[in-house]
């Protein structure tokens, strides 16, 4: 379970803060912070409609389990719609009078991973249109449209198109490579383009059982696929992997999933045929190496002498979304960020409200 995140609530509370009253596409920012919140209870009920949706999701997407969707999708309402959250990031900011166009780009990696970018857009006013991904596509669509069953004239803000023509700003999210036709195509205007990241976890031997259980979910959820995913591990020289391995193996059951499965073994056949060096549980392939980026089923490790310089070296990476540790994002807390945790630390909302 993640790591409670305390503080917005008691913040919201102390302050006598009154928003302005913006009417854009008639609403609010209060209606818009109660419609939200609203979502964050339907996103928690048990509604037999929003059920099958999840359930289509599932099914449409291999990599996107029940269990993932329903991790996604809590972690959204509780860590972004939860009440006096909205209300109490949205007051660092001096929201925008003049809507503007911007598309949005949304990869597909993970459920609902393009929803903080939808969310800024809508609490700041902009006009959206959204290009889903396709491999992500249900769970954001029905959103969108319970919301404009509730409010018709969001129908006017928010479009979902193939293209993004004639937008006046734009947000993308992909991969190193489609991040160059990104730049290419939005480079002009105002844009924030996003490449790959992942996170790494940095371990001093002395961990209990209970943080290791934690760490093993942010190296497992999502099957490594997030960018908030653990994918390489730093570690003192002796660190004792069989015990890591002995608790990693409560998630041995993912040697189920065909498509999991198929990238062990594969893997697993190149290190072979190659004579890699590798520890292994039932659901893991251990390999040393110093790129923080692995393959799925694939957990990097990297010894470290001086934990000192090891986090100074990981903070100043580029590829580095989230570091787990002692000193760090506690373990177990990597896949459950907050509305000011910004991806690749570029405030979007500040982007937002200066367009």
């Given amino acids: 379970m993640c790591v409670p995140i305390i ?97 949005i780009v949304m990869a597909g990696n993970i459920p609902l991973v393009g929803f903080h970018d939808f969310l800024c857009g809508f609490m700041s006013g902009h006009t959206l249109m959204l290009k889903l991904s396709s491999k992500d596509d249900v769970l954001i669509r029905h959103l969108i449209v319970w919301m404009t069953e509730r409010h018709p004239t969001l129908s006017k803000q928010i479009t979902i198109a193939e293209r993004l023509n004639g937008c006046e700003a734009y947000i993308a999210t992909g991969s190193n490579n489609t991040a160059r036709y990104f730049e290419q195509y939005f480079g002009k205007y105002p844009h924030i383009i996003r490449q790959n990241r992942t996170s790494v976890a940095v371990l001093t031997g002395n961990e209990t059982d209970e943080q290791l259980t934690a760490l093993a979910k942010d190296v497992y959820m999502y099957y490594g696929l997030g960018c908030r995913s653990i994918t390489q591990i730093c570690v003192p020289q002796g660190y004792d992997f069989e015990h890591l391995l002995r608790i990693f193996s409560q998630y041995d059951h993912y040697a189920d999933l065909s498509k999991y499965k198929n990238n062990y073994d594969y ?88 367009l």
């Fill in 7 to 103: 503080g917005y609530v008691h913040v919201y509370s102390e302050i006598k803060w009154q928003f302005a009253a913006r009417n854009i596409y008639g609403m609010t920012t209060q209606q818009r912070i109660g419609l939200m919140e609203e979502m964050g209870r339907y996103m928690l009920s048990g509604d037999m409609q929003w059920q099958e949706v999840k359930d289509l999701a599932s099914h449409r997407n291999a990599w996107f389990s029940a269990s993932h969707v329903e991790e996604a999708v809590g972690n959204i309402a509780r860590y972004f719609l939860a009440p006096g959250l909205l209300a109490a990031w949205l007051h660092a900011y001096a929201l925008p009078t003049v809507p503007r166009t911007v598309g």
């Fill in 267 to 354: 893997h697993l056949a190149l290190y072979l045929l190659n004579k890699v060096p590798y520890m292994s549980n039932a659901s893991l392939l251990l390999v040393e190496n110093e790129l923080p980026f692995s393959a799925v089923s694939v957990l990097h490790y990297r010894y470290y002498n001086n934990l000192g310089e090891i986090a100074e070296t990981l903070r100043q990476s580029a590829d580095i979304q989230t570091i787990s540790g002692e000193g760090f994002t506690p373990f177990g807390a990597a896949q459950c960020p907050t509305l000011a945790d910004y991806a690749d630390g570029v405030d979007t909302m500040a982007f937002l409200c200066g």
